[in-house]
């Protein structure tokens, strides 16, 4: 089985900013109350806007599971210091484009300590844009901004009015958290060109089945995976204590017994090993 990735018209839209002819294979969502078009019209004006400018958006990156999963073990680590990280990528103007799974694309970009986002959904050849939210953090809490006929939406949305809140919430937190693993955790990225590439082994495609990648987004892809879960490499100098053990011993006949003794601290050099979800895996092959 192949990994394929599609092309997405909202990635060629907006890595070509020269081009002034707005496409047709970029739409609206359908809404339930009809005032909701022209706001998502003018919201998706702004983005064009924005395009034009040339921000500096690098390669689509495409998550792997393997680096979902990092962002799940941190997120709540980097939760608690969400609006430093806010202030650190406005100031860096971060921005990017990202292939989320359930064929999710979302375009984001950090200034004045928000986080603007744009949700789009692909289907059928076609990106249709969802909503616009601007989020910023309070405390420990992240305040969605979006317009309010928005979010009551039906035709948007699903659930309750907190469950929606809730919903756009995690994806600007899910964003926040994943520029963080990215600058912060151990990661690998490798860039897929245009056409069809097999990932040799030892890179960090090695687990996608046959190694096969059709790229069909008309550029090239990063694929953002992890070693950080197959792989647990710690190269510090980790200083342990004296301890008191049961040592094994042969005695001059041959016999095993145990002898308790003294075990002096000492200067451990890193390690390197297999992490759970790696042995696992080999297990079940």
């Not at 928005?150 to 926040?176: K, M, P, T, W, Y």
Request: proline letters at 4%.
């Amino acid at each position: 089985m192949n990994m394929l990735i599609k092309r997405r018209p909202i990635i060629t839209w907006l890595l070509h900013p020269d081009s002034l002819k707005y496409p047709n294979n970029i739409l609206l969502s359908g809404v339930a109350n009809p005032i909701n078009s022209q706001i998502l019209n003018d919201q998706l004006a702004e983005l064009d806007n924005i395009r034009i400018q040339k921000p500096i958006w690098g390669l689509p990156e495409l998550l792997m599971p393997s680096f979902e999963e990092v962002m799940n073990k941190t997120i709540l680590s980097f939760e608690k210091i969400m609006p430093e990280l806010f202030q650190e990528f406005s100031k860096q103007e971060e921005c990017g484009i990202l292939l989320c799974k359930r064929n999710v694309t979302l375009v984001y970009g950090f200034g004045d300590n928000k986080l603007h986002l744009w949700f789009f959904v692909e289907e059928k050849g076609k990106s249709i844009f969802k909503f616009y939210s601007c989020n910023e953090c309070v405390g420990l809490l992240t305040k969605v901004g979006i317009t309010s006929t928005l979010i009551q939406d039906d035709g948007l949305f699903q659930g309750s009015l907190e469950e929606r809140q809730n919903f756009i919430g995690s994806v600007s937190n899910f964003i926040a958290s994943y520029i963080a693993v990215k600058k912060y955790v151990k990661v690998e990225t490798i860039t897929i060109p245009q056409g069809k590439f097999t990932a040799i082994e030892g890179t960090p495609l090695e687990y996608v089945d046959k190694k096969k990648i059709i790229n069909q987004t008309g550029q090239e892809v990063i694929v953002m995976d992890s070693k950080w879960f197959r792989k647990i490499v710690n190269d510090n100098d980790i200083y342990v204590r004296g301890f008191w053990r049961m040592q094994n011993k042969k005695s001059a006949n041959g016999e095993w017994y145990k002898e308790l003794i003294y075990v002096d601290s000492f200067v451990r050099h890193g390690y390197h090993r297999n992490a759970k979800i790696e042995d696992i895996f080999n297990h079940n092959k």
